[in-house]
């Protein structure tokens, strides 16, 4: 076991969780933030591990295009503990009896962040953030919202998404979320826990499609950007 692995081990666990005394709120729904649960010195080896995904958005996790300290990180959110330890502040009775879909976004567009729930095959889903500097934004900071039509109107303040910020919450008809329109590099893990294995397969189908379409739309638009106009 490498040391990076050791180090994840020792932070992403429920005595981690419990020590970094998170707000934990049951209304409007279900939710949790976490701050500081990563070592600053674990910081420079994450963001060189950080995968360089070609397209926007969250796309499927694949451990051989991340490096150590990445999967790592993976494996302890996934880890059946620190996801019954998650559940515990969630409402949620043995949260890791559900299968977990893990996706990661490098980089965001600007028609991403729209206020919505997650939909009904989601139990729960755990972001960690892992940017090493969000200072004076707004924009690309999550927000916990009372309604779907009003960025105004939060919950808590917005988080900005900065390195070893964990936010996750239960799935509801309303665990309203989203973020003001925001374009360019922002690291994050997602975890989802699904409500079943069938879910889990659909949504990785659907991951791997999604994930060749933006190849395809990235590479068509280096080739047309490319041509003087006739």
Not at 56 to 84: M, T, W
Not at 107 to 136: F, M, P
Not at 156 to 178: C, M, Q, W
């Amino acid at each position: 076991m490498t040391a990076v692995i050791e180090e994840c081990a020792e932070w992403l666990t429920p005595a981690s969780l419990n020590n970094a005394e998170p707000l934990v709120r049951s209304e409007p729904f279900h939710f949790l933030v976490a701050r500081n649960l990563l070592p600053t010195g674990m910081m420079d080896s994450v963001s060189a591990h950080f995968p360089k995904l070609k397209g926007a958005g969250y796309l499927p996790y694949e451990a051989e295009q991340c490096g150590d300290s990445v999967n790592a990180l993976v494996a302890r959110l996934v880890d059946h503990e620190f996801a019954n330890a998650l559940g515990d502040r969630l409402g949620i009775d043995n949260l890791a009896q559900y299968p977990t879909y893990v996706s990661i976004s490098r980089t965001l567009k600007k028609r991403h962040g729209k206020i919505h729930t997650d939909g009904k095959s989601k139990v729960a889903t755990a972001l960690l953030y892992l940017n090493q500097d969000w200072k004076g934004r707004r924009d690309g900071c999550l927000r916990f919202l009372n309604r779907i039509d009003d960025f105004d109107d939060t919950v808590i303040p917005e988080i900005p998404p900065v390195y070893g910020t964990l936010a996750a919450f239960k799935r509801a008809d309303n665990s309203f979320h989203g973020h003001l329109p925001f374009q360019g590099e922002r690291h994050v893990i997602q975890v989802a826990w699904l409500v079943n294995a069938d879910e889990k397969l659909r949504k990785a189908k659907r991951g791997r499609l999604s994930h060749k379409l933006k190849r395809l739309q990235a590479w068509l638009g280096k080739k047309l950007g490319g041509r003087n106009p006739g």
